[in-house]
Structure formats: C-alpha cells, structure tokens
C-alpha cells in the first residue's frame, strides 16, 4: 500500500460546526499507513477530531494484520496466584466491587490489608457487579476483557468488526456480533454493564455510537468508556508527538469535557472520571518527539533497555501526580442513562 486512502471533509461530529482550525498534523507512526493526516479544533465547541479523516468505507485498511487487539487475547485474571493471594482477590472484589458471591465468612485482617492493596489494581481490570450479570464489550478485539467477565460470573456478548479478531473472542462466547456497533441486533435494556475500552475514538459517529450503547442499559446499568486523553499531560508537553493521536485510526480526541458532552448529547450522565497514566505512553510519546526533531539517536537510545528502564523509573515516581493532577494519559468514565421525562 503506497497511495494515501481516500478521505473525506466532515465537519465536527458533536456540534456540526464547519469551522475549525488545525492543531496537529502527523503520518501514521505506528503502521506507516500511507498520507498524512490532521487534528483540528472545532470553533463551535472545541471538539478535537481528525479532519479530513479516510472514508467510512476505507477504515479497515488502516488496521494491519497485527493490530495488537486482534492478537491472542491475554485476559489481567483478579482471582489468580498463591491461595493467599486468591483470598486477598476475592475480598476486594467483593468489598470494594460488588461481588457477593465472593464473600467469605471469615477474612483475616492481613488477607483484608493486602485485599486493599489490590483494588486499585482490581478497579481497572473488572467491572462492578451490576444486577443480573450481564455483560456486554463493544468493540471487544480478541476478547480480552470478555475473558476477565466470564471468569467472574458474568453472562458475556461482545461487538466486534475485525473477523480473525472476533474468531478468537468466540473462545469467550456464542454471542459475538461481528460488524458495527450500529447494526448489531441486541435488544434495548439487555446489558447491566456495558463498556467500549479504546473504541470510541475510533468511530466516526460517536454520538451515535454512546446512545446505542446507553439504550442497552437496563435500568440502573453502567457504561463505562475508556479514550485517550487529549486534555492530559502528555498531549500538553508533546503535542503532535502525543503518543494517544494514533493517526489515522484515532478520529476524536477527547478531553474530559468534550466527553461528558458526548455522553449528554447521546442522553446520558457521566457519574465518575478517572484517570489512568503509564509510564510507557510517556516514553512513546517521547521518542516521537526527539524523532521529530531530527534526533534520531537520542531516540534510539530511549529504547535502550537500561535507558528505557532509568526513564521508566523515574516517570513511575511522577505519572501519579499526573492522575492525583486529573491530567491523565487516558480517561475512563462511567455513566448512566438519563430517565425519560
Ligand atoms: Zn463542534
């Protein structure tokens, strides 16, 4: 492939605004599909999106074979590990998260400590039991997060459009749409917990997409969404060398507040933010910046191993200020659907 795909001019997909201003512009850093490609800031409402962006009908062809979500899935098990530890899991997940299947009669206070320990950990990784149990991923890739539900109880269906992606989220369960979100045939109020990790940054319609999936809600179910960050930290030290621009698969770029304006568009309210920084992301975004500069050999060497792991150090003592700052990497929401009036 050495053609750029064909793409097109929409306007802000939040306001409908046509004006806008460019902000970034980048190739493909990470699978070198050809062009090049431009963030811009609607005037209407602030809204960072890719624009022009390839055409609906092109979109899979930025997504190599490789693609990491479509590679074997490799499900963060809580419940795991020595029979200590397991006890410590199945504490947390129950106090802190919902589970009470889980609960024991008896928890030593050092089972209870370590149980504490964990949860913060716990939180990421599960979602809080809702309900009946059921569970749906929008977006699930190989079926990562599928396996984690289904190990803890949960009734599992995933959304999916990569075909060799949806094959092995199979492994998790029978009830796999593969296609987009918009046509998959899921009736309205059949999930207690619904979640899009790294999806919706990748739609193009993402008012479309939250309100389908807030009308999957039964009553007194959660959505829970995870994008970059646009707003955080590292697009402010990096900008253009940001490792979350992921151009040309990224097509919104959120912001705490463009989100919840999302979510209220789609009819809903987000309930709770958070956010989440890796070291790692840090240094991608770091390597790209030297590489734009010209220094290339400095950008090898932060992918020296004992380089990387002297940064990587350093970067663990202040990627907790950058959450505690609510500046982070990634934002992960929760939220409910608005009752009718
Ligand atoms: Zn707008």
Redesign the pocket.
Known sequence: MTVALPTVDAP?A????SGADPVWATPDRAFAVPGHYTVVR??????LYQRPRVRDEHLAACYPDHYPRHQEPSPRMPIKGSSGRRRAARWALASGLGYEALRAARVSLLTRLRGRRMLRRIRWSCPPWIGAGRYLDVGCGSGAALGVAAALGWRVAGIEMDDAAAALARHFTDELHVGDVLTAPFAPGRFDVVTAFHVLEHVPDPIAVARRMLDWLAPGGLLIVEVPNAGGLGARLFGGAWAGLELPRHLSHFTPATLETVIAKAGGTVIWTWHQAKPRTYLWSLSAWLRDRGWNALARSTEVRLVYGVLKLGLEVLVPLARRARSGEAIRIGAVRNRPA
Not at 14 to 17: E, K, N, R, S
Not at 42 to 47: A, H, Y
């Open positions: 802000c939040v306001c409908g605004d609607c005037r209407g409402c602030g809204f």
